[in-house]
């Protein structure tokens, strides 16, 4: 992916797509949304009163759980660039 380009995310994601993107099997095969509830339950994220920078979403970080379990990779090659890509994509995927 070209950074220096404004549309290198969207040429990669179309990339992607074409070439059997992960994140969008998963999607067509898994209600993520159904585990929304345990998810937020199980992490006891609080009603953010205390203030602070509010959670990731927990859907999203569901699907990097997965993406990581699937191809074995650890959190800093998820946060780094390429692989850092999945994250901003499974971000993107859930966005209203």
């Avoid at 205390?50 to 993406?67: A, C, H, Q, T």
């Avoid at 090659?77 to 890509?85: A, D, N, T, V």
Wanted: glycine residues 10%.
């Amino acid at each position: 992916m070209n950074s220096s380009n404004l549309f290198g995310l969207s040429e990669h994601l179309e990339r992607l797509s074409k070439h059997g993107d992960p994140l969008e099997v998963l999607d067509a095969t898994i209600d993520f949304e159904y585990f929304r509830g345990w998810l937020v339950e199980g992490l006891g994220y609080g009603d953010g009163s205390k203030g602070g920078r509010p959670p990731f979403d927990p859907v999203s970080m569901f699907k990097v759980m997965i993406l990581q379990a699937q191809d074995n990779l650890s959190d800093t090659k998820m946060e780094f660039p390429p692989l850092g890509i999945c994250f901003a994509i499974a971000c993107r995927a859930t966005d209203p």
